[in-house]
């Protein structure tokens, strides 16, 4: 059984498209996230959500706009896709505010 | 704003050599991560350090937490090749209760 499961896997799409990445954690944790992983492997936060609650919107272009529609799915909508947008995206959760994350096994996004 | 420099960015070793990742912050943190990511996986939860001066052993793996708490190191004994991956640091500020991954250290292990 998967903790915290994303889909797709790898996505490859042309610029100016709209594409979403879910993801679903079947752990029972209360924060969900979005950590974007650029080519120097260097993992910045996206976004956070509490129970279905944003809480956590650090400076990422309006084009992405993530979906929290119950406790245990966040889901990542990003339009107008742009070459920069290229990266590994990692959905992640966590139990409480002081423990580690589990980290989904990421979704490998191409922009061409 | 908050920083965590990680340090060596990359570390090739012989296998059988020992390891060790340095983590600063700029700010005092409340609780330090440490996380492992193979090549082409995702990033593994290793240990969360609290308290000042904090070490924590998993087998060949020592974790250590300034008495300041604004740094930490992960030390890995006698390398193998199965420690070959990047190790990340996470801190979580005190003031704005906010996770910042370092940038990770990536070690190469020969056999």
């Known amino acids: 059984d998967t903790a915290v499961s994303q889909t797709p896997k790898y996505l490859v799409t042309q610029m100016g498209n709209d594409k979403s990445i879910k993801c679903e954690q079947n752990?029972?944790?209360?924060?969900m996230y979005w950590y974007k992983q650029d080519s120097k492997k260097f993992l910045k936060i996206m976004f956070s959500?509490?129970?279905?609650?944003?809480?956590i919107n650090e400076t990422v272009p309006n084009r992405f706009s993530p979906k929290s529609p119950d406790k245990a799915h966040l889901n990542l909508h990003i339009n107008s896709l742009e070459l920069g947008d290229s990266a590994v995206y990692f959905c992640?959760?966590?139990?409480?505010?002081?423990?580690?994350?589990?980290f989904g096994s990421g979704t490998r996004l191409t922009v061409v | 704003g908050q920083q965590v420099m990680q340090i060596p960015q990359y570390q090739h070793v012989q296998e059988g050599e020992d390891f060790t990742t340095y983590c600063n912050s700029s700010t005092t943190l409340s609780n330090i991560q440490w996380y492992k990511q193979r090549p082409g996986g995702h990033p593994v939860f290793l240990i969360q350090?609290?308290?000042?001066?904090e070490v924590k052993k998993q087998k060949r793996l020592t974790f250590q937490f300034g008495e300041a708490k604004k740094n930490s190191s992960l030390h890995i004994t006698a390398t193998q090749t199965t420690d070959v991956g990047t190790y990340f640091c996470?801190?979580?500020?005190?003031?704005?209760?906010?996770?910042?991954f370092g940038q990770g250290t990536t070690l190469q292990v020969k056999p």
């Open positions: 996470a801190g979580r500020s005190s003031n704005t209760g906010k996770l910042i």
């Open positions: 992640a959760s966590r139990p409480g505010t002081e423990n580690g994350y589990t």
């Open positions: 350090l609290v308290k000042s001066g």
């Open positions: 959500y509490n129970n279905k609650e944003l809480i």
């Open positions: 752990l029972g944790h209360d924060t």
